[in-house]
T-cell receptor, first 112, second 116 residues
């Protein structure tokens, strides 16, 4: 069956460092992958989308990579700030389907 | 601009009682609409999605149902709640079919449902 894995343990880093979150998937051939941010008690907010024919996408301090051979996406936040503390979800979309499949998310804690 | 409204924000209901959660979208036409549930320590589970009025697809068989009486209105219902229905319910929309190019999903603020 299809499976999306994100590190269930919280990632603790110091302010100013680069945070790297991982999303691995199996039994899936996504057409694209998305990353969302979710704050406690709130709905997820879209951050970035990367398509299967793209290796890397950047937006301000955010960078996403997509390796369809490794079946993995890496999400980087450079110069992290305490305000970046949240849970980050990856989601996969399949060509021709109307739905996204989400991972469980990884909590990021940035300490001052 | 587009906005999505979901209410209520929190809800405490006894076992066996009915449920109705409503979601409306403004500023767009013909959205795809979705209901997700997020249980503690678990990911977002897709419950229902709709690509048009009266068209509902169920992803997981359960005690819940969904309806889309209007283009921008999506309702999640239950006739009799179970304890296991507790969770964080999220409504979302996308503005077209998520084909090869993909499109982002916009989420509401969620409803925290506690069944007691």
């Amino acid at each position: 069956s299809q499976k999306i894995e994100q590190n269930s343990e919280a990632l603790n880093i110091q302010e100013g460092k680069t945070a790297t979150l991982t999303c691995n998937y199996t039994n899936y051939s996504p057409a694209y992958l998305q990353w969302y941010r979710q704050d406690p008690g709130r709905g997820p907010v879209f951050l970035l989308l990367i398509r299967e024919n793209e290796k890397e996408k950047r937006k301000e301090r955010l960078k996403v990579t997509f390796d369809t051979t490794l079946k993995q996406s890496l999400f980087h936040i450079t110069a992290s700030q305490p305000a970046d503390s949240a849970t980050y979800l990856c989601a996969l979309g399949h060509s021709g389907y109307s739905t996204l499949t989400f991972g469980k998310g990884t909590m990021l804690l940035v300490s001052p | 601009s587009q906005t999505i409204h979901q209410w209520p924000a929190t809800l405490v209901q006894p076992v066996g009682s009915p449920l109705s959660l409503e979601c409306t979208v403004e500023g767009t036409s013909n959205p795809n609409l979705y209901w997700y549930r997020q249980a503690a320590g678990r990911g977002l589970q897709l419950l229902f999605y709709s690509v048009g009025i009266g068209q509902i697809s169920s992803e997981v068989p359960q005690n819940l149902s969904a309806s889309r009486p209007q283009d921008r209105q999506f309702i999640l219902s239950s006739k009799k709640l179970l304890l296991s229905d507790s969770g964080f319910y999220l409504c979302a929309w996308t503005n077209l079919l998520t084909g090869p190019t993909g499109t982002e999903a916009f989420f509401g603020q969620g409803t925290r449902l506690t069944v007691v």
